[in-house]
């Protein structure tokens, strides 16, 4: 009665594209959950704007924080289980975007997160993680969002091949953070931007 799914992926790799997707294509179907929990990045990562300014949360902060939405997500599991309810219709269906393997990213050797993803297996949670070839990232990473997003980029590198092997090695930490989750994750190439594409082989592996 209870189910989702977890978008991981550095950003440009089009985490909030297949969120939206994901969403819409989900309300579409005839049988799918009727309840629909949604937690964007801007309520779950690592890195935060605190009245205009940057700051990034330390380990204890951030798993409160995560634990929090989990808790809710419980919350709501054991009230239709206690109704009673069988059918796929009343059930939960829930997406997080940016949660489990990005604390473990940041936050190397943390025991705190491995308790909380067996809570989320058994809330059936599946993992996806979104990644770029190394041809696609310059293009999206560096180019797609404009003069204001390439300063940013750049602006603790020295040349493009610098912020773009940055961002590989970036992919391939998450990658092993990935390997390391006790969540089953699914990785999916986003150099197409087929975003509906993408949603559809998830919400397909669900079920």
Known sequence: MIRGVII?????????????AIKRLHSQTNNGE??????????SQVLHSYQGILRSMNKDEHIQLL????????????WIDSLGHTKASNGVFFL??????????????SAEI??????????????VLLTLSRDAVEPRY?????????????????????????FLDDQKKLRMCAKQSLIPTLEIN????????????ILMGLN
Do not use: P
């Open 142 to 166: 560096i180019e797609s969002r404009g003069e204001a997003w390439r300063n940013y980029v750049m602006k603790n590198h020295l040349t493009v091949t610098e912020a773009c092997q940055k």
């Open 8 to 20: 991981e992926g550095l950003s440009t790799t089009g985490k909030t594209s297949v969120f939206s």
């Open 67 to 78: 634990n929090r939405h989990v808790d809710y997500l419980e919350q709501q599991f054991e």
């Open 190 to 201: 986003t150099d197409k931007a087929d975003w509906d594409s993408y949603a559809k082989q």
């Open 114 to 127: 491995g308790m909380m993803e067996k809570r989320l297996s058994r809330l059936n949670a599946h993992c």
């Open 96 to 109: 997080l975007e940016r949660f489990n393997v990005n604390h473990r990213a940041a936050f190397i050797n």
């Open 34 to 43: 009727k309840t629909l929990i949604a937690i964007s990045e801007h309520y």
